[in-house]
């Protein structure tokens, strides 16, 4: 194994340390402290713990990516911060409308295939000047105030995927780099974080359904980084996903009537028919990312 | 680019180390305003918007200031003439600029975010003023998107004089409406902190508010096409 090899599995081992440890510390210390899980608690002032741990979690990567580079004195110069926008602004433009179209199409496809029966005008009636506003504020937040979906991307976009593409081919780096995004999360999936913890296979189901779903994003968010040499886009991506997911949009627009029936439904149906647009950006994205030219050796 | 948003940076530290440090006492304020009402948040929602849009309004305001001396710093013949003689020209010269003034604004953004989410806590999620932020954030840069082409164009402080007057027209319209407009639903109600943000939160004004964000990146984007333009004929009328 030659020496460069080396230092890149050596700095991939700290960055990843570091990333996880605040998790799997803090979780279950919340958990003992307040005798629910974070996620899936009664207690009013744990949704507040819990938005708090979200935003600042989300900017533990950047910090562990900070602290890597500081000690292992790797330099700054391709690190992803800049922004270059000469023929890549279709990737730019792609990382705010590809999240908005995905939550559309989960929308569409939960009527579609289990709401029979309903016109989209009574399965969604709540489409006025005042919840298109909502939308459009939400969307402009997303983009706007980027922050802790940054620190995130900072970490697995910008210092992860390029260590991984150095060690191993694009597939596996894909792969291998969304399961570990997933892993991450599974404190929070532990906690009830996406699934809650009442459902079959608690909490390991959780935690693979959290592993694929990255493995997916992974593609188009590893993608528009390469393409753009950019941490942004992707940022910009990840936070629209967060925030303007179908089963928020479902609560925004939808009756009460479709929210009742929605609940109904089975683990599987709702992840089919809500993951059903990332699953399509997914296999476009990598087979343009297969395409794609090999990425410097930046990191 | 890099460099030249570096240069900015160097030449107006005094500027930007005052605008953070500002908005930092600023939210620490907030933040222990939001310790001490903790009890009783729920009740005094209303007042913590209030006090927060001003505080929030005065770290946007300061960091808006910094926008007259990065101008200022480079208005003169010698350093237009360096400025236009880069690899990047005067266009890269003028974007630097944009850069670096939406950096600041950022930072301006973080910190108060940040500052907004340790109050969510504080407060147990009662009250939090994201859309504030977002807004002050749209707002200033509307504003930049506005001045900085006069700015350019006729030196920084006819633009500020230019700036003066179309904020005076803004609150001439504003005053216009409070005196002949409907104003029922403030004039009427015992709470008119209370009823001001209720009449924000009806969906007419919520969708144009909407378009706020939106609207000031394309202004500002759309500025910054004007500005590298104007800038030769701007560079001019430069005192030496």
Redesign the interface.
Known sequence: MSNEKRLTIKRLAIFLVISFLPFVILIPLLWNVYGEPLYAGEN??L???A??VG??GMMIPAAAVLITRLATKEEFEKSYL?AYFKGKSGYWAASVIVPVLESITGLLMIWAFFISGTSLHDAYPNI???T??????QL??S???F?PAFGEEWGWRGYMMPKLLKLMPKTAAIVVGGIIWGLWHAPLTVAGHNFGTDYPGYPFTGIGIMCLECVLMNCFLTLVTEKTRSIYPAAFFHMIHNNLNPTILILVFASADTIQRINEMSLPEKLLTTSGGTIVTAVISFILFLRMDKPQKSA | M?GLIYRNFYTNISSFRLSVIVSAICCASFVFYSFTIRSDAENQSYLLYIIAFLLYYFCFMLSGLTSTMVFQTDENKTASAFAISLPHGGKGHIQSKYWYLLIILLTT??IT?ISD??S??I???KFSA??V??LL??GRLLMFAIEIPFMVRFGAMKGIKIKGIIVSVILLLVITYLMFGDISWLLYSDDPAKALINWLK???I??????L??FS?FAYWLSCKISVKLFREGAENYEQ
């Open positions: 009013e002032q949704a507040a713990i938005y708090v935003v600042f800049g006025n000047p005042q298109i506003g909502e939308f459009i504020l402009s937040s983009v706007i105030i922050f | 890099g953004l973080f975010f989410t340790i969510f806590l407060l147990g999620g994201l859309l932020l977002l954030f749209s009806n969906g007419d919520i969708f144009a508010l909407s378009l964000p939106p990146i």
